[in-house]
């Protein structure tokens, strides 16, 4: 059987574990202090990024952030809204929790 093409996975529903994911995600965008409108916004950029293979991460899934500041670099201030970009970062550390 051949592969699914990623824009159809797209369209598909949400399994199990990618609904524990996005519970997570939102949770942590809140802790950030985004809206709750604008977590679900993130986690499903998220989402879509981990369906289609794009190989980007961002702030709020790393471990070496600390509040808004990165500690894996020089300290570097991030403007909140920024912390849900997409970013290839060669000290990106998924978080644990």
Known sequence: ??????AVLLLCGLDDAEIAQMA?????????????DD???IADRLLMRDRTGLDMSACLECSRLSGRR??????QMFDPRDLHE??????????KD
């Open 1 to 6: 059987m051949p592969p699914i093409p990623p």
């Open 24 to 36: 997570a995600r939102i949770a942590a965008a809140r802790r950030a202090g985004f809206s709750l």
């Open 39 to 41: 977590a679900e916004v």
């Open 70 to 75: 990165c500690t894996a670099r020089t300290p």
């Open 86 to 95: 997409l970013r290839r970062c060669p000290a990106f550390a998924a978080r």
